[in-house]
């Protein structure tokens, strides 16, 4: 079973609005990871941030943790049409390599 | 884009069947994990290779099995293949303790696997 939550699990915008996904997990970790996908292909990595960061940036991105909630969002700015796709966080239990993905959430980007 | 690479992109099987996916994973990687996604779900993880040796495996059955190579690229075989298991196979490389990326994991483009 996946052990991570995200929400919302559809989130519609229209483009330059902001879009906020947030994430759950249930046990301590190394890092956490954010990826788009898009229509079921492979993943893209976005962004990694490790359990003794709490904010990070990349570009467009903005992530950041909290490690006493066991908690993540990822940020993206100024949307695009091109930004639609579904977004997967993924954490690192402590001590392993594994990835244990979230639920994911869908992201529709109105031109 | 990755360097990571899968094939093929998509089979159609029948139960009770076998079947072998590949996978290549990016120059300078030696570790390969493999992750099942059925639709509408996020990956789980199935199990990893580092330096030809597993070293984790999920909560799947032993009749998913898989090999690394001396190269790093790797298989995953799935005997007596079952209904549920029509999903994406999604293969990821990483550098495995070594460099500043060393735990970014970076995936393929997947396997897409239909058991009729």
């Known amino acids: 079973s996946q052990q991570g939550e995200e929400d919302p699990q559809a989130l519609s915008i229209q483009e330059g609005e902001n879009a906020t996904m947030n994430c759950s997990y249930k046990?301590?970790?190394?890092?956490l990871q954010w990826y788009r996908q898009n229509s079921g292909r492979g993943l893209v990595h976005l962004i990694l941030?490790?359990?003794?960061?709490r904010e990070k940036h990349s570009g467009r991105l903005r992530v950041t943790l909290d490690t006493s909630k066991k908690s993540s969002s990822l940020l993206i700015t100024a949307s695009r049409a091109a930004d639609t796709a579904s977004y997967f966080c993924?954490?690192?239990?402590?001590?392993?390599?594994?990835?244990?993905f979230g639920t994911g959430t869908r992201l529709q980007v109105f031109p | 884009e990755t360097g990571v690479t899968q094939s093929p992109t998509h089979l159609i099987k029948t139960r009770g069947q076998q079947v072998t996916l590949r996978c290549s994973s990016q120059?300078?990687?030696?570790?390969v994990s493999w992750y099942q996604q059925a639709l509408g779900q996020g990956p789980q993880f199935i199990f990893q290779?580092?330096?030809?040796?597993?070293?984790g495996r999920g909560n799947f059955p032993p009749r998913f099995s898989g090999l690394q190579f001396p190269n790093y690229s790797s298989e995953l075989n799935v005997n007596a293949l079952e209904l549920d298991d029509s999903a994406l196979y999604l293969c990821?490389?990483?550098?495995?303790?070594?460099?500043?990326?060393?735990?970014?994991?970076?995936f393929g483009p997947g396997t897409r696997l239909t058991v009729l």
């Open positions: 990821a490389s990483s550098m495995g303790a070594s460099g500043p990326d060393w735990d970014t994991q970076y």
């Open positions: 046990t301590s970790i190394n890092n």
């Open positions: 941030i490790r359990s003794n960061e």
């Open positions: 993924a954490a690192t239990p402590y001590n392993t390599d594994k990835l244990i």
């Open positions: 120059s300078g990687h030696n570790t």
């Open positions: 290779y580092y330096r030809e040796e597993e070293n």
